[in-house]
């Protein structure tokens, strides 16, 4: 097996090869970061994402603790690639007829697919060299000790003449558990890895607090907006991340460059960063207009301006992002008509082109009705009267949401004497 300072190299050599721009690899143990959390779910700034309330059997907020909610893991593989385009920002947008996306939701493909299937390529590479590492160091007096070891672990090889395995029984995918637990993810070949070997590959759907791990795999460090910031790429960053139960050698936590810096803070509108490094999800413009269903708030819809999806603000205007290189990644150059989409063809936009425009988007997450209500909301805000009609028309739309926001809408555009 290759030594513990080996394989850390191999696995950022897999990484670069995959097409990650950064990669690094953290500890499982109890970080300072994490101790924050359970304040902050018992404060509600989770607001209505109860997934990040899942506990394990004993009570404990599966996200407070990576030795609670994997008690396998030994270290976490945390892999970063930028993904902005040279796009103007947020603060650079001034048409009122149009609104805005956020610049991690334009991509040709959602970033879960592009992350994980990259994601993939260095956990097989990692596994492989595990596995022809193991069979190589068995006595060359055994035949054929390859096979033997893929048997001996659960994956059985049929032999069809001409020295090539054949009907190699598919393991479960690696993030799927087992009664007992967790079970092995497969090799390329469809094989097992070995038993006591164990990974699982998250892009944000795991029971974790990634960009605490970012932080102490050397990825970048946590700015006061919240968001993983790397000296270099500044923070346009997806964040990818392999549960291992390899014991690896960690790389040195970022350092803190944000000083005396609160930019992020003073720009947000509706006041979300409540302190340095904290985050109100209640009051920031993203979960109102992913996560949040139904109703907003008609105090945050003021506030929102004409963002329809998500925020880029606090980003925006950091100055570690003044220089941020683009990405060359086609999967993340955006969709046609999503920088700046325009308002008119958003709040008309029917299921049927809703369903086909956001294939294999992130923009599916807030649904048809809640990017229409996004919408409205934008339209009102906007100052431009000439929406005025169309909101009166939505108004009596069917959906009692979208109505409801049409109808404040207009009452802002064209308020009564």
Known sequence: MPSSRQIPALIKQAAHGAGFDLAGIAPVRDLPELDHFPEWIAAGH????????????AGHLKRASLQSA????RSVIVCAINYNTAEPYSTQADDPQRGWISRYAWSREDYHEAVMRRLRIVENQLREALLTTRAEAQPSSAPDRRAEALRFHGAPVVRDGSDQQADVRQPAPPWKSGPSGPRP????????APVDFITRCYVDTGPIVERVYA???????????TCILNQKLGSWLFLGVILTSLELEPDLPAPDRCGTCTRCIDACPTD????????????CISYVTIEKRGAIPEEMRERMGRHVFGCDICQDVCPWNRKAPATTAPEFQP??????????????????EFREKFHGSPIRRTKRSG????????????GDRRF???????????DPVLAEHARWATRKLHPLP
């Open 46 to 57: 989770a607001g209505e994402m109860k997934y990040m309330e899942a506990r394990d059997d």
């Open 70 to 73: 994997a008690p396998w893991a």
């Open 185 to 192: 993810a497969p090799f390329r070949n469809g094989a097992s």
């Open 215 to 225: 932080k102490y795999a050397g990825i970048g460090w946590i700015g006061k907006n």
């Open 272 to 283: 979300a960063l409540i302190a340095p490094y904290q985050l109100d999800s209640n009051r």
């Open 335 to 352: 969709r046609e008509g999503l920088v700046n989409p325009a308002l008119e063809w958003l709040a008309e936009m029917s299921a049927e």
């Open 371 to 382: 990017l229409r209500r996004n919408a409205v909301v934008a339209m009102g805000n906007s």
């Open 388 to 398: 005025v009609p169309m909101l009166e028309k939505l108004a009596e739309d069917e």
